[in-house]
């Protein structure tokens, strides 16, 4: 089965309704390949947050059709957080595309414990009253004669994402009374991020403010601008004191001709030897061995390779745009997959590299049927 990542711009093209023509016939394609499971397509946290972006209410039907394409297209098939796929995570059919850590946290256990003494201090009781609360069948009583204490507003309570069909299906009542167990609530809880639909749907609604996206994008922004500045700095540096050592050169070569040529008119054969340039590196030679390039040994092979040929694009003449970074990490994934498309320019920008995946790229969607088919029949 292949293993197939899409860009950002691919769900948004395909997910329309009104499709026709050669568009309508690749996401008719892509849907057959994938229920014949000869593909399986995954998505990733970076597709997720960049669908979700602009949160308008006028925007809100279009978000909630591009998070059920997502779910018809990939399933529970995603691809690990980029933290996590540096240390060596790998594709997953469960949904669990965030942050472990962050998955972790979003446990009922964490949730539980975080609501269990928002009700607590809510009441008023005494601290004697509290200690004893720490007995679950105490806690449970308490709640079977006081029902309004796990009423409340969901967008109120800070840290705690989870959606408001957790709340209605009374997930938390039945976990305190002992009616379910914790595993069973937790099970229920994940459902609500591992399924886009479900994910969009809550987050569009209560955490519309605070896409964690913009923030890792701008701490990226601001590493890689300073690495490719430091590197072009130096890149410069170095180019710089070549042009003088020519010069330099280029001047004794003529002091030593004069030299010569002032001895045979005295009647002298002055023995000077040849000044020779040095064979100068290229730019890529000088640039592997420059603190920038070698700061990126410490990442697994892939991601190291892949970040020198990001950063040594810019060693010709090509302005930095701040998407690039966004690019780059979607191509983090290329290692990862059979086939992989992304932005036509920075698909580009990666065909020119020597990196030894790049066949894996395909820079048009409209390529993509194609070389799906190739790739199959080897």
Known sequence: MLTVYLDTSDYSVLCKDNLSGEMLSIRDKLIELVDKKEIRIGFSYLILFELLQDYSPEFLDDRRRRAKFVSRLCGANCFPFISDLIDGKTFSDEGLWMPRDTLRDFSFSSIQRQLKARILKSTELNREQRRKFANPKVFAEFLKNNPNALKFNISEIEGMPFPESFVEGQYFRKFFLGEISESEADRELRKTVTDPKSFFEFWFQYYKKRNPLEEMLSDGLHKFKSMILTLQSQIEDQRKAESELKTRISEVRHAEKEIKRLGRELGYDIPIGRTKLPKFQNIEEIARNTPPAESLNKYPK????????FMFAYLKPRKFQDSDVADFMHALYIPHCDLWRGDRTFSNLLLESKLDYKFK???????????????LNL
């Open 361 to 375: 790229i395909v820079s048009s969607l409209r390529m993509l049927p194609g070389r799906i088919e190739s790739a």
């Open 302 to 309: 892939d991601v190291g390779n892949l970040l020198k040929e």
